[in-house]
């Protein structure tokens, strides 16, 4: 039923008339001609009243697409009737202009709907003028209110269209950065997995073919890293199921824990543990306090972390990276470097030419700046570094203790 009053609202006949205009318009003419016919009221001759019923009614069929051309019509035909035989004076003709008025207000700009509006006034009390009346007061108050009302009317359903624009962009917004988020976490699980599976299967290859038997580790390390990217996609998959904050939300907060392969902190070190086994050199320093740490900003760590042994292990194979990660009172300290050298076109090329396009440091920009941190990515020295500065809310705990920090953790 409420679609098919929403397409009886919206259909237009002869591409111009609304169609609900078009029924107003042919029920109010009905009634003016079985009214004029009828002499009740009897105002004159019926060659001109019949003619001024039907143009006044009709001419509302554009009230909306053309009300300035509608209330030209209707006050014409009035005047003329006033001139030749008598000001209209039916109930008819008063809900007639009183529509006019308000569509004049509702659906014409404040400039035009106050001059027309006020040349159809002045139309109205000449008619009464005309006749001899003394309803002026009356004509005033009635169709200034009318139109007030229109102009009423028009800002109504402004503010409802900008609620509804804002409603709308909210929710491309709210889209578009889900998709972001969700292509940054398969990113950062596929690139990664992918890449150490690469790795290992070309180890595993070479294994085979000069010592057989030591192709177990590859393909064990294989298999370990398949199950743990399986496991992280169905962890997105899961969130784009329910209805829980989303991984890399700051608001969601996890107690620290010792061990285990999560995307956070404790799964640094199996991350460090993974890379080294691909054959990467990784010295891992975590200076960390007994503290609940937003699961967001560990989970950003991680993914960090993740994107630059991945970037490093692609672009700048053999160089020996150092990942220090320091809990300071109010913030996260993470940084990843490398020892490639500027020696290394093809690394620093193939890094420069991600930074540009890729998604890997992008990604990593894109996290930091959700948590409000900071994050820089470039050259050294000796190779390529990144570092993200991570806030953190106060109920971390003081700097400790160096007895109470996790130290360094060599290969």
């Known amino acids: 039923m409420r679609a098919a009053l929403d397409r009886f609202r919206r259909r237009v006949l002869w591409g111009f008339f609304p169609l609900p205009d078009v029924v107003l318009a042919c029920a109010l003419c009905v009634i003016a001609v079985a009214s004029v016919l009828t002499g009740n009221p ?3 001759p ?6 001024v019923a039907v143009a006044s009614t009709l001419s509302l069929s554009a009230r909306r697409r053309a009300p300035v051309v509608a209330i030209a019509v ?9 001139m030749l035989a008598q000001t209209p004076g039916s109930l008819w003709s008063l809900v007639v202009h009183a ?6 207000a509702a659906w014409s700009t404040e400039l035009v709907a106050a001059i027309a509006g006020a040349l159809f006034v002045a139309a109205l009390l000449l008619e009464e003028r005309i006749a001899a009346g003394v309803d002026y007061v009356f004509i005033l108050l009635l169709f200034g209110g009318v139109w007030l009302l229109g102009r009423a009317s028009r ?30 976490e398969l990113h950062d699980v596929v690139a990664h997995s992918l890449g150490a599976i690469a790795v290992q299967a070309d180890a595993a290859e070479a294994a085979l073919r ?25 962890d997105v998959l899961d969130v784009l199921r329910g209805d829980e904050a989303p991984p890399g939300s700051p608001h969601r907060t996890e107690p620290q824990q010792t061990d285990g392969d999560s995307p956070g902190l404790p799964g640094i070190r199996r991350l460090v543990k993974s890379a080294r086994e691909s054959g ?34 692609a672009h700048a194979p053999g160089a020996a990276a150092d990942v220090t990660i320091v809990q300071e009172p109010r913030r996260l300290v993470l940084r990843v470097s490398d020892d490639a050298g500027p020696a290394a076109p093809s690394a620093l090329s193939a890094l420069s030419t991600r930074e540009r396009a ?54």
């Not at 529509?99 to 004049?104: G, K, Q, R």
């Not at 991680?302 to 042994?309: A, C, G, M, N, T």
């Not at 996290?367 to 990144?386: C, I, K, N, P, Y």
Request: proline share 7%; with cysteine.
């Open 42 to 44: 009897a105002e004159g």
């Open 46 to 51: 019926l060659p001109i009243v019949l003619p």
């Open 74 to 82: 209707i006050a014409a035909a009035g005047l003329a009737q006033t």
């Open 99 to 104: 529509i006019a008025m308000y569509s004049l």
């Open 155 to 184: 800002s109504w359903r402004g503010r409802i269209r900008q609620a509804e624009k804002r409603e709308r962009d909210a929710t491309r917004l709210a889209t578009a950065e889900e998709r972001l988020r969700i292509a940054r």
């Open 210 to 234: 000069s010592a057989p038997e030591r192709a177990l580790g590859p393909v064990q390390a294989i298999s370990r890293t398949a199950r743990e990217a399986l496991t992280e996609i169905r």
């Open 280 to 313: 990467l050199r990784v010295r891992l320093d975590m200076r960390l306090v007994e503290a609940q740490i937003p699961s967001g900003v560990a989970r950003a760590c991680y993914r960090i972390v993740q994107e630059s042994l991945s970037n490093i292990r």
């Open 358 to 411: 890729g998604y890997g440091i992008r990604g990593m920009q894109e996290r930091v700046d959700a948590l409000g941190g900071r994050l820089h990515a470039g050259r050294t020295s000796r190779g390529f570094e990144v570092t993200a500065t991570l806030p953190l809310p106060p109920d971390t705990g003081p700097l400790p203790d160096p007895a109470g920090r996790t130290g360094e953790d060599a290969p």
